[in-house]
């Protein structure tokens, strides 16, 4: 029972963490709510504008803020580690599964950007 809790758990997280990367990049949410000056710069404007990049950083937060699946795994199995550590590893899971789903998404995509008139 407990596996299957933190299976869903983990799910949940990762997902969460999709939709909000999404909400970022893909609708441009991060645009509005980053301070105009800070788009300037390439790095940011990157970071924003990417569903991998932006889900990394939505992933930490979300798992310093909410809870870490990471951690959540870890207890059940009587592991202890630094919450920075279970916090990296969220954040690359998030990135990694976020980029998987949004590479789905446009290869499943019929429509292609450039045959749009």
């Known amino acids: 029972m407990t596996a299957l809790l933190i299976f869903f758990a983990s799910v949940f997280y990762l997902f969460a ?6 909400a970022v ?3 441009n949410f991060g645009v509005f709510y980053i301070h105009p000056w800070a788009t300037r710069i ?4 990157h970071v ?3 569903v991998a990049c932006c889900s990394a950083w939505v992933g930490v937060l979300v798992s ?3 809870y870490s699946p990471t951690s959540l795994t870890l207890v059940a199995l009587s592991i202890q580690l630094p919450q920075w550590k279970t916090v990296l590893v969220d954040g690359a899971a998030a990135s990694a599964v976020s980029y998987l789903l949004y ?3 446009e290869h499943l995509d019929p429509m292609d ?3 749009i008139p």
């Open 48 to 50: 924003v504008k990417c």
């Open 25 to 27: 990049a893909v609708l």
């Open 42 to 45: 390439p790095v940011v404007k």
């Open 64 to 66: 310093l803020v909410f």
């Open 103 to 105: 590479s789905l998404t």
């Open 17 to 22: 963490v999709y939709g909000a990367a999404n």
């Open 113 to 115: 950007p450039a045959s």
